[in-house]
């Protein structure tokens, strides 16, 4: 069984910073792509921010030079740092990766987490 639990989420004031932290558990033999997406009520779920093994980072658009996007790899941790928080931002998070669990040679398959909620409001 593999889990990921997302925390860090909250109501915070347009300006300030969060950091959205992303817990991986289980039978992990490797974790390849981490990312970052987030969705808002009547929307599909957009991406916000991915990062491969090797620490490639990609972001959309609208985040670039705001958010940052980071794991530990031993710990199986991904991380989200959300600086300058717009309103726009308000939305549920979700943590994504592609794990290869113990036992399963090459495969992987994409893990979600339950979400976190962000809200941006003065």
């Known amino acids: 069984q593999v889990q990921l639990v997302e925390s860090g989420g909250g109501l915070v004031q347009p300006g300030v910073s969060l950091r959205l932290s992303c817990a991986a558990s289980g039978s992990i033999f490797r974790i390849n792509t981490m990312g970052w997406y987030r969705q808002t009520p009547g929307k599909q779920r957009e991406l916000v921010a991915t990062?491969?093994?090797?620490?490639?980072?990609n972001y959309t658009d609208s985040v670039k030079g705001r958010f940052t996007i980071s794991r530990d790899n031993a710990k199986k941790m991904g991380y989200l740092q959300m600086n300058s928080l717009k309103p726009e931002d308000t939305a549920v998070y979700y943590c994504s990766a592609e794990i290869g669990r113990i036992g399963e040679g090459g495969r992987t398959n994409a893990y979600w987490g339950q979400g976190t909620q962000v809200t941006v409001s003065a």
């Open positions: 990062i491969t093994s090797g620490g490639r980072t």
